[in-house]
């Protein structure tokens, strides 16, 4: 996301397609406090609670996280209690699972009475559920608490790796990109490397105690696109797809920074940990010193579980670092659409939210604009589990758009063709 404070030169070459982004934004703010909304919504919403009473949704989501498994049947439970509504986790090992069933549901004429009620979805898989109109709606504005919404300063809640949501899809957690140190060993924040070039010098002078997980984890492309994202002078053209020459030109800075970092990197850059959780461990074990995680909660979590010592804290870049966020979004043959949407509006709610951000249920960041809640809901995220390993708002400041995803299959593809023999 590009924080609100850069400023865009007019004569650039993407200056329209930017100046729409900014038209979106306002409207979308526009419609939230429109007196109109605010005055037919209510009726709207009367009429969908009654319709979704005694329906069954069936939410088609990933179950590789027993934290979150036991988060979405709590939700179901409450849903269920207060709305009449049954919940089914339809548990995924991928979201592509769920999008090729709806789509082989409109193949074959499958208009009503899909059996995919809600999808847990962002990336690649929303926009090719939106390319091909398999998504219902819009449908947040007839939502309550979409007003809670933060649609200023979390740009990716209305666009997801660069694709409008458009109402489409409603935001439900954030994710953003945190480096995580050991405090007991690095005691000085002022030397934290806070930008990329800065993360080359600390390397050099510290050999061996970086790493990133392999390209081929998201993780470790993930490092490589924020390490692009910091590097160049304006990530607005990150915004649109990867071209041959756009490639080429856009990311020489990305490869002449690593070809330098690499020999500093953790066993001279000939091993790479497979996975966040192998790179976790090397933290742990104190054979680095620097990991990369795309949840800020996730140190807390490690400490509270006993797999980092309290003494970890997180940092991330002066620019910003890359966040998105995870939606839900309703076929457009689902079967429950009502019950889907009393669902979607469940998830925004800001009781809901809060247990979600807490470390002790789930850990996720919120979606809301604080400044839209009352001063009860405010104080919910005042009583959170407290955790000194966890990162202020403040800390974190405004995540950075995601770029286009060919962005990132290109830097992964580029990175296994350069060192990997």
């Known amino acids: 996301m590009l924080a609100p404070s850069r400023q865009h030169d007019l004569s650039h070459p993407n200056r329209h397609t930017m100046l729409q982004r900014r038209d979106f934004t306002f409207l979308a703010s526009a419609l939230l406090t429109s007196p109109w909304v605010r005055a037919q919504a209510p009726v709207a919403w009367e009429s969908v609670l009654g319709k979704a009473r005694g329906q069954t949704v069936y939410w088609n989501a990933w179950a590789g996280d027993e934290k979150t498994n036991a988060f979405i049947a709590w939700v179901g439970e409450q849903v269920k209690s207060r709305h009449g509504v049954t919940v089914i986790h339809t548990r995924l090992k991928d979201t592509s699972e769920a999008v090729t069933r709806v789509i082989a549901e409109k193949s074959a004429g499958r208009n009503e009475g899909g059996t995919v009620d809600l999808i847990w979805i962002n990336g690649p898989n929303f926009l090719a559920m939106k390319q091909q109109g398999l998504l219902y709606g819009p449908v947040t504005q007839t939502l309550p608490n979409f007003r809670y919404v ?114 500093a990197l953790w066993r001279q850059g000939q091993q790479f940990p497979d996975n966040g959780s192998a790179q976790r461990q090397l933290l742990n074990d104190g054979e680095i010193d620097i990991t990369l995680s795309f949840n800020p909660a996730e140190a807390a979590a490690s400490v509270s579980a006993g797999l980092l010592p309290p003494t970890v804290r997180s940092f991330t870049f002066r620019k910003g670092t890359i966040g998105n966020t995870s939606f839900v979004a309703i076929p457009y043959n689902a079967a429950h659409k009502e019950g889907a949407m009393v669902l979607a509006d469940f998830l925004i709610d800001p009781e809901t939210q809060a247990r979600a951000q807490d470390i002790q249920y789930l850990g996720n960041l919120n979606v809301l604009d604080p400044s839209k809640l009352s001063s009860a809901d405010r104080g919910r995220f005042d009583r959170l589990t407290p955790s000194a390993t966890l990162p202020s708002a403040a800390d974190l400041g405004a995540p950075l758009l995601e770029p286009h995803a060919s962005w990132m299959t290109r830097i992964e593809a580029e990175w296994q063709k350069r060192y990997t023999r």
């Open 150 to 263: 933060d649609v200023t300063h979390k740009r990716s809640n209305l666009i997801d790796f660069t694709t409008p949501v458009d109402g489409l899809a409603v935001p439900w957690s954030l994710a953003q990109i945190v480096f995580v140190y050991d405090s007991a060993r690095l005691r000085d924040p002022a030397e934290l490397p806070r930008s990329a070039p800065a993360m080359l010098d600390w390397a050099r002078n510290h050999a061996g105690r970086l790493t990133h997980p392999k390209v081929s984890n998201f993780l470790g492309s993930t490092f490589l696109k924020q390490a692009l994202v910091d590097l160049i002078a304006d990530p607005a053209v990150l915004q649109l797809p990867a071209t041959d020459v756009s490639f080429a030109q856009v990311t020489t800075p990305l490869w002449a920074w690593y070809e330098q970092l690499k020999p």
